[in-house]
C-alpha cells in the first residue's frame, strides 16, 4: 500500500482522510498546515499528498508552488482535496502544480481511487 501524507487545517477533515486511507492498508501522516511542507516531504517519503488550500499562514497553492521549484520535491505526487469545488479552482490547481483535483465533499471511494493512481 501508499504511505499518504494529509495535509488539512481542518482536524475532523484529517480524520475522516485518515480513516478511509488507514482502513485501505494505508501508511498515512497528517499535518496541519503547509508550513515547511518540503522538508516535511523530504523526512516523510510520502508516495501522494494530499493538500487542502484554504489554511492559515501558507495556503496550499503557496505550498504547491514550494514543492513544484523545489528540486528535492518537484516530482512528489500532489493531490489538491478543496472545498473549492468550481471548475475554475480545479484549472488554477492543475496549474499550480497540482497532479490531480479532488472537489470536498468526496466519498470513501473517490479518495480511495485517487489515492491508488499514484501508488508506485
Known sequence: MAKVMVVDDAYSELQV????LRSAGHDVVTYLDGDELEEKIVRDQPDVVL???VMP?????????GLRKDERTKQTRVVVVS????????IWG???GADEYLP??????QLLTIVRRFLK
Open 57 to 65: 499562514k501558507r495556503n496550499g497553492f503557496e505550498a504547491l508552488r
Open 104 to 109: 470536498k465533499p468526496f466519498t470513501p471511494d
Open 17 to 20: 482522510m485518515e480513516t478511509i
Open 83 to 90: 472545498s473549492k469545488n468550481q471548475e475554475s479552482d480545479r
Open 94 to 96: 492543475i496549474r499550480q
Open 51 to 53: 493538500l487542502d488550500i
